[in-house]
């Protein structure tokens, strides 16, 4: 199995900005695609951005130009680092991640998630 473990969330007035981080452990040949996930309480769940692992990246339109999503392959660890938070971007945001295990097989593994708050 793989285990995602996030961190970074918590509470930050409008204008801050948070860094979160994902360390993928466990049985790991290595790491395809990793994205950050976001849901807020009573909205589905959304796709805040991508990274490949030629690092090429997509976001959503509402946090181009705020979030900046990198990935430190050596270390199986995905970062977010958002700016300029704003109130409707709070939510948990959960890491997912493509990998290939030992056995070649691949998979999809979701977080646990992280609890972020923006609120004055």
């Known amino acids: 199995q793989v285990q995602l473990a996030e961190s970074g969330g918590g509470l930050v007035q409008p204008g801050g900005s948070l860094r979160l981080s994902c360390v993928a452990s466990?049985?790991?040949?290595?790491?395809?695609?990793m994205a950050w996930y976001r849901q807020a309480p009573g909205k589905q769940r959304e796709l805040v951005a991508t990274?490949?692992?030629?690092?090429?990246?997509t976001y959503a339109d509402s946090v181009k130009g705020r979030f900046t999503i990198s990935r430190d392959s050596a270390k199986n660890t995905l970062y977010l680092q958002m700016n300029s938070l704003k109130p409707e971007d709070t939510a948990v945001y959960l890491c997912n991640v493509e990998a290939i295990r030992r056995d070649y097989r691949r998979s999809r593994f979701w977080g646990q998630g992280t609890q972020v708050t923006v609120s004055s």
């Open positions: 466990g049985d790991i040949f290595s790491i395809n695609d």
């Open positions: 990274i490949t692992r030629g690092s090429t990246t």
